[in-house]
């Protein structure tokens, strides 16, 4: 029921900055939490940041200092700018995104995930 888009992968040389964007669609009832995590290869998917609708951001203290989560709800668009940019942020990124939705007469928290986006960065 809601499906996220997200864009703005690459490659980047270390030190340079990426912007990523996540788009959801589809239907809810309420857009709670909206996040990113990434995965690298060998490596457990792991959290980077989040933000809730109110605009609040958290970070994971690898990110912290460098990379900034913002939110546009009229746009239903999360985005993560990632500054200084190190050789160990390669990964697959993902956006997540936990939607109240209507299920069986019933609101419940369900939780999505878009098909993730490669960011890679040469030293």
């Known amino acids: 029921q809601v499906q996220l888009a997200e864009s703005g992968g690459g490659l980047v040389q270390a030190g340079g900055s990426l912007r990523l964007s996540c788009v959801a669609s589809g239907r809810w009832f309420r857009l709670n939490v909206m996040g990113w995590y990434r995965q690298a290869p060998g490596k457990e998917r792991e959290l980077v940041a989040t933000i809730t609708s109110a605009g609040e951001p958290n970070y994971a203290d690898s990110v912290k200092g460098r990379f900034i989560a913002s939110r546009d709800n009229a746009k239903n668009t999360a985005n993560l700018q990632m500054n200084s940019l190190k050789p160990e942020d390669t990964a697959v990124y993902y956006c997540?995104?936990?939607?109240?939705?209507?299920?069986?007469?019933?609101?419940?928290?369900?939780?999505?995930w878009g098909q993730g986006t490669q960011v890679t960065v040469s030293s």
């Open positions: 997540n995104a936990r939607a109240s939705i209507l299920r069986t007469l019933r609101y419940v928290d369900v939780d999505y």
